[in-house]
């Protein structure tokens, strides 16, 4: 291969001026080819940045281990830099372009000498679709190389593309010394630029994931009238062939994943239900000509959060990761398989922790606190074609047309199983009002709640209020918008014990959605939405304590007063920049209660 695979001056001006920069040793061009990635993946090993696994259990996969203050989004070090701070918004942390680049030049400077420079051409989504994007990252490490290839498509075409169309985001990663005093994950909307030096963590490293398929997208999506959120799409198929497609949101470690590939329930089975997975985790909508909004997944793979997952809470995903995966900070068992808390069959007697130190159950720290043998953000990166339910329109250029916006959340007590909109600006206010429980994933206190608007709360690349009169205006430009629902697997009874089962069971309040959305079944008027009557979920196969479906559907007007204290509290940080309509349909809230 040539030193420029590639015509484009845009794109060989702007790598020799970031290599002018980071003064690597050498610069590798990655082509998607499986035999460049075998390369890679063997210099990996052997330098100790991956684990090869038992390649009989776990054919393809390896292990990674990052640094101990390197476990998850750094959330205080990203930062959305637009030449005005009000763009970025209050949700935002805030630089000024200008000193951004300052700062970061300062610790880029030099950062790769004696490295190679890997040029990564990638698309988010299929080559050439009008929901697609392209992204160039440059990166000293063979892990994001190694992970690009399983989240992006990386190959010929891409770089033909981008000689037809040299608009692409550019992206540059450097590992530098991991220093989290040296750590900075900047985003520049107004460039097509993403930055990101001193983290070797997927979530702050693979920049076509949240940082732009996110971040940067919701900017492109803003100016362009369209939609990126943070949001799995899934069909429903019925026996007689019709597909209803869903998209969701939900913020951290509230089953996102385990939704988007559920298997259908015992109770359920005779009706011949089919799972599609067309994503988990992003979704990019448009509006098309038969204005219905279509939405695409832009990723190529999923990047999971290990503990917990296991046969009974998403048994397709299970089989997704048995092969060509990159597991992340999980223990090492003396097998050369890997363990996490929480996955299936026997704790192992022994193994070798997520730190890379020996450990056995029962460890206790100097605190007297459990040693977790992996951590609690520790992740897989496998490929979608993997999955069992992956859908057959993954590489539909139009994608695939969503019936029915579900947002939620983790409340204990607050909001129902499941209640829908009265309309799309109500909607909206139940997706701009989303609260949730801090995860692991998260910086701070577990347990804790946030307000994550649409789930976006992290990830919104501008000004939120902005983004909520984005979405109104969203609704204008459709013939026929999905309903928007809210559900809650949550809620619990006053021992803390969950009232719902979850998992495939949530399969009966999609059946009830989908109903809905095409007029078959009716709802009854609460003052928060409609919600299912005691005969409108088919509870077949699912037998409920006494008084649960009521508790699962009871709407407390006094916990809701107090709910909307918060809300107002919430709002008001937005100044006078929030959309009127937010506030109109607050007071319309209020107003019901209080009737």
Not at 34 to 53: D, H, M, N, P, W
Not at 266 to 294: F, N
Not at 357 to 363: D, F, H, S, T
């Amino acid at each position: 291969m040539s030193r420029y695979p590639t015509t484009n001056k845009k794109l060989i001006d702007w790598v020799n001026k970031m290599a002018r920069l980071c003064a690597p040793d050498e610069i590798v061009w990655i082509d998607g080819s499986e035999v460049q990635k075998r390369r890679i993946e063997e210099e990996a090993v052997s330098i100790g940045e991956l684990i090869r696994l038992n390649q009989k259990s776990l054919p393809g996969c390896f292990l990674h281990r990052t640094a101990p203050n390197d476990v998850a989004r750094t959330e205080h070090l990203t930062f959305i830099c637009t030449k005005k701070k009000r763009d970025a918004g209050p949700a935002n942390n805030w630089m000024s372009p200008a000193l951004a680049y300052r700062k970061a030049k300062a610790i880029f400077k030099g950062a790769m000498k004696g490295k190679t420079m890997y040029v990564i051409p990638f698309s988010m989504g299929p080559v050439g679709s009008p929901f697609s994007k392209v992204g160039v990252e440059l990166t000293d490490s063979r892990y994001v190389v190694l992970n690009m290839l399983i989240m992006t498509k990386i190959n010929e075409q891409v770089l033909r593309h981008l000689e037809k169309e040299d608009e692409f985001t550019k992206c540059l990663h450097a590992k530098a010394q991991l220093d989290i005093d040296k750590r900075l994950i900047l985003h520049f909307p107004e460039d097509n630029t993403i930055w990101s030096v001193g983290s070797g963590y997927g979530g702050n490293v693979l920049l076509g994931k949240k940082c732009l398929s996110l971040r940067i997208a919701s900017f492109i999506a803003k100016k362009e009238q369209w939609l990126a959120e943070h949001m799995l799409v899934m069909g429903i198929e019925e026996p007689n062939g019709h597909i209803g497609y869903i998209a969701a949101a939900f913020p951290s470690a509230c089953g996102k994943t385990n939704l988007a590939m559920l298997v259908p329930p015992q109770g359920l089975k005779k009706k011949g239900y089919r799972i599609w997975t067309v994503g988990d985790d992003i979704a990019w909508m448009r509006v098309d000509s038969d204005g219905a909004l279509w939405a695409i997944n832009p990723e190529a793979g999923f990047f999971g959060v290990a503990p917990g997952t296991n046969s009974q809470t998403n048994p397709n995903m299970v089989e997704t990761i048995k092969k060509n995966t990159i597991y992340t900070n999980v223990l090492l068992k003396p097998d050369q398989t890997v363990w996490w808390e929480g996955a299936d069959g026997e704790v192992p007697e022994r193994g070798i922790d997520w730190q890379g130190r020996p450990w056995k159950p029962g460890l206790k720290d100097q605190n007297g606190l459990p040693v977790k043998g992996a951590h609690p953000n520790s992740r897989f990166t496998t490929p979608i074609t993997n999955c069992p339910t992956a859908s057959f329109r993954l590489e539909q250029h139009h994608g695939v047309p969503i019936s029915a916006i579900i947002f939620g959340g983790r409340r204990a007590h607050l909001a129902p199983l499941v209640y829908e909109a009265f309309n799309w600006q109500h909607g909206i206010f139940m997706g701009a009002t989303i609260a949730s429980e801090l995860t692991a994933a998260q910086v701070g206190k577990l347990g804790q709640v946030r307000r994550d608007p649409m789930a976006m709360f992290p990830f919104c690349g501008y000004n939120m209020a902005d983004y909520f009169r984005h979405w109104l205006k969203m609704g204008e430009k459709m013939i026929k918008p999905p309903k928007i629902f809210h559900v809650n697997w949550f809620r619990t009874d006053k021992m803390g014990e969950f009232l719902w089962p979850g998992y495939g069971e949530n399969l009966r309040v999609l059946e009830w959605v989908l109903e809905r959305c095409s007029n078959k079944v009716e709802a009854i008027h609460t003052p928060i939405g409609y919600i299912p009557g005691p005969a409108d979920i088919d509870m077949t196969g699912l037998k409920l304590p006494s008084g649960v479906f009521e508790k699962l559907f009871a709407v407390d007007r006094d916990d809701w007063i107090e709910e909307l204290k918060d809300i107002k509290k919430f709002f008001k940080q937005f100044k006078k920049d929030l959309p009127c309509q937010l506030w109109q349909e607050y007071e319309g809230l209020l107003k019901r209660l209080k009737s």
